[in-house]
């Protein structure tokens, strides 16, 4: 019997701090989670609450906070969060576009590689062999050097593509190349040097 009441001032509590903190929030035009409008956690607005009503029933409503809150905002939470999830994971790229791809390119031929492309030569020689239009060359992350047109192409390097303009590696002499990629390639028959 005693308890309905105190439920009743509880709520009635709770409704005029949510006025006011609407009310408060309006009047500043903040949009809610930016730095002039956070958000709010359980335990301030409990003390927000308590200190609102100066010492009266500040026990109580806490209480019905605490016991209120996680039925409300739980699932609301967790139904946000899965929801996110879910629209994140439709955007990650398929493993395809990013697993690694062992690459034989035999004498004769070019694999030429688009941006963002990074590839390792594992076995054989081979140097840059740029379009005439292309800029720069390869960034050999290793190194922190600059892979220009006729570089020697080291072994065991991850080297970049910085451009989709036509570079590639070629290899010397008559032996194959293997190449470890990552990215979009091609391999097509080498372009000739002008």
Known sequence: MRRAPLL???????????????????????????????????????QAIASALQGQVPTLVSQSIQSALPGVVTPLVQSTVQADVQAALKNLPTSSSESVAV??????????AQQGTEFVLRGGVATVELAPTSAGGFADLTSGQNLAQGATVPQNQLLLAARSDGRGIVPVGQARILVLVVGPYTVQAAQAVQ
């Open 8 to 46: 009743a001032i509880a709520a009635v509590a709770m409704l005029a701090v949510g006025f006011w903190v609407g009310q408060a929030s309006a009047q500043t035009g903040a949009a809610p989670g930016t730095t002039e409008d956070p958000l709010a956690s359980v335990s301030y607005v409990t």
């Open 103 to 112: 690459v034989s390119v035999p004498p004769g031929q070019e694999l030429v």
